[in-house]
């Protein structure tokens, strides 16, 4: 706790600098700061695949945590997509909006345009997007239905897709105990997380989809082809799927995960 408490102060002085610094510098900054957060965090992170780590690439990503931010920032700095209620979060708000978080207004006819144009901006200087299309979080056992409206951005800006599956343990087993759900908040999350020792999270990259494979499917068969991969990959290893379905959906979702 102490750790963290002097380590986000850090950040938050990192992001205040991130207008005089070159990109490069940013993205380091970023990349290693999140690394070192999930240390002091006691989030162990196992990558599986082969994460794209040098081209503009689309990453899309099952959705359990506020913690999978900074889980794929330790792989490679990323911008997310997020919904604009994120910036008013304390800390963590201010955190990824200086980090670069492209944010949405639900409900607006523009927003989309907007968005759209400000993750082109992202893909031309060489880097990854993320999305969580589910919209919001989920105890981590299965994935919900994938919205496919901000995939269209990524199709025509003529970037590949990559499906991550985020996996979360706790003592070996499959948990969803820092799952950011229900009416939980933001601090008792956080404590959850710090007293549960050692978390492990999988973070699996799959198969892309190239460009040009996407611009031929269209949107809605690229959301269809990433949530299928993305769901059996999150699936794989639970022992009684069924049990794990049923408590996923009797537990109520958290309405502040990422954009729809």
């Known amino acids: 706790m102490m750790a963290i408490i002097l380590w986000i102060p850090a950040g938050l002085i990192g992001v205040c600098l991130f207008p005089l610094l070159p990109l490069k510098w940013r993205l380091w900054m970023n990349h290693h700061w999140s690394r070192c957060l999930m240390w002091f965090c006691g989030v162990?992170?196992?990558?599986q695949g082969s994460p794209v780590m040098r081209d503009p690439v689309f990453w899309v990503a099952n959705h359990v945590s506020w913690v999978d931010i900074f889980v794929l920032n330790s792989v490679r700095t990323t911008s997310f997509v997020a919904k604009s209620d994120i910036r008013s979060w304390p800390v963590i708000g201010w955190l990824v909006a200086g980090a670069g978080t492209v944010f949405i207004a639900r409900g607006q006819r523009h927003a989309i345009r907007a968005v759209g144009e400000q993750m082109k901006?992202?893909?031309?200087?060489?880097?990854?997007v993320g999305l969580f299309p589910e919209g919001t979080t989920s105890p981590g056992f299965d994935v919900s239905y994938f919205h496919t409206s901000l995939f269209e951005p990524a199709i025509r800006a003529g970037v590949d897709i990559q499906p991550v599956a985020l996996r979360f343990y706790h003592r070996g087993t499959r948990s969803?105990?820092?799952?950011?759900?229900g009416e939980q908040t933001l601090a008792h999350n956080v404590w959850c997380l710090l007293s549960a020792g050692e978390s492990v999270v999988e973070a699996e990259f799959l198969p892309l989809l190239d460009a040009s494979q996407c611009q031929a499917l269209g949107r809605a068969q690229v959301a269809e082809r990433m949530h299928a991969a993305v769901r059996a990959a999150v699936r794989k290893g639970l022992e009684d799927?069924?049990?794990?379905?049923?408590?996923?959906?009797?537990?109520?979702?958290?309405k502040q995960g990422l954009v729809k």
Request: charged share 35%; net charge negative.
């Open 241 to 254: 799927d069924t049990a794990h379905a049923e408590d996923a959906a009797g537990r109520p979702e958290h």
């Open 44 to 47: 162990r992170i196992v990558v």
């Open 121 to 128: 901006q992202r893909f031309a200087r060489g880097e990854v």
């Open 176 to 181: 969803d105990r820092i799952a950011f759900v």
